[in-house]
């Protein structure tokens, strides 16, 4: 069962942490070192881990969204060491600038954590038992057709476009001359389709089941490569098929920390094998490209946090109000089209080389990693605290209906939390908040409610 954190014990890790961190950034000023920033990339790990072992089921759906996240703070470090940024053209310095991004990431996890319990309290716990609920033929059935359309979709879309692995040219320039629908459709299904098999491998009684289920999974993965899908991509993957494993574990009281590193370190080295696998048949050369493709993670940060633009109090509130208006498109390509950049096209706009950003526009590529330096760009320092906090909270809420949803093997549920979910962590990780508080997403988020308080049959599987 999931464990209740005392919730001044939670609040006095943030305060501890954030102490420590704006101590190292001030010393900083007078003993600059990269060891500041190490130190709080570990503090953050001591508080994740805190978490993981207390309360897994708040912890696991977000494995893959941290995971990213330590690509960011491992950038940072090199970034500080004296990295150069190539899409920006700046040579890192020793700012501590990673100091102050832990302090965000740390506030973040804990609104997500007290959210969680906060709606736990009013919802009340999950009434179905893991250990009482068997998966039915219905459930079994759907998932399979599901499962295998979105595969089918995937092959097709290489049938008549071709695979960019195999034609040996980048993803990004691949999808822009192509016909993107049928590849879309296969790329935007891939949660669902991970977590649906993910399900029937731990539940399913019978051997063949899961070995069905795992060469599902396995075809999702090769399909992904040869579609050009690299490290990003995999680790979600690999990491959100270990998710209703672990988290319907934990539901029986099983320990999970061990499992959770074990499946991580799986997920990093099948990543990294497919990331080799590609980059090699691109002709690239791969330590140089890797060690640029590293530094470039933090980069979104370390270049909003130096720019002497962006104070405590003064940021680019104009920015935000201009962006305001994108909000309300159903499509987001209805405003990326637009002479004025949004969002974190506005953020290249303005740091990135004129070549890198209009071969980025061309292509319809952006930066990542944006979800922290969006808000630093638009509030400052103190006036990102509460969307911080907001957005949080409202991640809070979508794991708790999608651990819902999975604890009782409903069908329905799973597929509107899916899809939800997939935009919460696509937005965040790109920066897009388009994703979080767009007109499309508040719209879904009326038809799951309308959905969920007004069927009278729960179709719990």
Not at 84 to 112: N, P
Not at 247 to 254: A, H, M
Not at 308 to 328: K, M, T, V, W
Request: hydrophobic residues 55%.
């Amino acid at each position: 069962m999931l464990k209740e954190i005392p919730e001044n014990r939670s609040f006095l890790f943030v305060i501890i942490i954030t102490f420590i961190c704006l101590i190292m950034s001030y010393v900083n000023y007078i003993y600059p070192t990269v060891i500041y920033s190490f130190l709080a990339i570990l503090c953050l790990f001591v508080f994740l881990s805190y978490i993981a072992v207390d309360t897994p089921e708040v912890i696991l759906p977000l494995l893959p969204f941290i995971f990213i996240r330590v690509t960011e703070l491992v950038s940072g470090l090199l970034i500080e060491s004296g990295g150069y940024l190539t899409e920006t053209d700046i040579l890192g310095q020793v700012t501590a600038s990673f100091c102050r991004l832990v302090i965000y990431y740390v506030l973040f996890y804990f609104s997500v954590e007290r959210g969680y319990f906060f709606i736990k309290k009013i919802k009340g716990d999950i009434k179905n038992e893991y250990a009482d609920v068997s998966l039915a033929k219905i459930f079994i059935f759907t998932s399979l057709i599901f499962v295998v359309f979105v595969l089918l979709i995937g092959l097709i879309s290489g049938f008549k476009d071709g695979f960019a692995f195999l034609l040996g040219i980048s993803r990004f320039a691949f999808r822009d001359n192509s016909t993107r629908s049928l590849l879309s459709v296969f790329l935007n299904n891939r949660t669902l389709a991970v977590l649906l098999v993910s399900i029937l491998y731990s539940c399913a009684s019978a051997s063949i089941l899961k070995k069905i289920s795992l060469f599902l999974f396995v075809s999702i993965i090769f399909i992904s490569i040869l579609h050009g899908e690299q490290f990003a991509s995999m680790i979600m993957l690999l990491l959100t098929f270990s998710y209703p494993i672990l988290l319907l574990e934990s539901k029986l009281n099983k320990l999970v920390i061990n499992k959770i590193f074990k499946y991580g370190c799986i997920s990093l080295l099948l990543s990294s094998l497919a990331v080799l696998m590609i980059y090699s048949n691109l002709g690239i050369d791969l330590e140089e490209f890797v060690e640029k493709r590293l530094l470039l993670q933090g980069q979104q940060w370390y270049m909003v946090d130096t720019d002497e633009e962006i104070g405590i109090f003064s940021a680019h509130l104009d920015s935000f109000i201009r962006n305001l208006p994108s909000f309300f498109y159903l499509n987001i390509y209805g405003f990326i089209d637009q002479l004025v950049p949004y969002g974190m096209r506005e953020l290249m706009y303005v740091y990135a080389t004129p070549n890198i950003y209009n071969a980025y526009i061309d292509n319809f590529v952006t930066f990542t990693m944006g979800q922290m330096a969006m808000l630093l760009y638009w509030f400052g320092y103190l006036g990102m605290l509460p969307w911080v906090v907001l957005t949080g909270v409202l991640f809070s809420a979508v794991i708790f209906y999608l651990n819902r949803a999975i604890f009782n093997k409903d069908l329905i549920s799973i597929i509107l939390a899916s899809k939800l979910f997939s935009w919460y962590v696509f937005g965040l990780q790109q920066g897009e908040y388009w994703y979080l508080w767009g007109a499309k997403t508040i719209l879904f988020v009326l038809v799951i409610y309308l959905f969920e308080k007004n069927r009278k049959v729960r179709f719990s599987f």
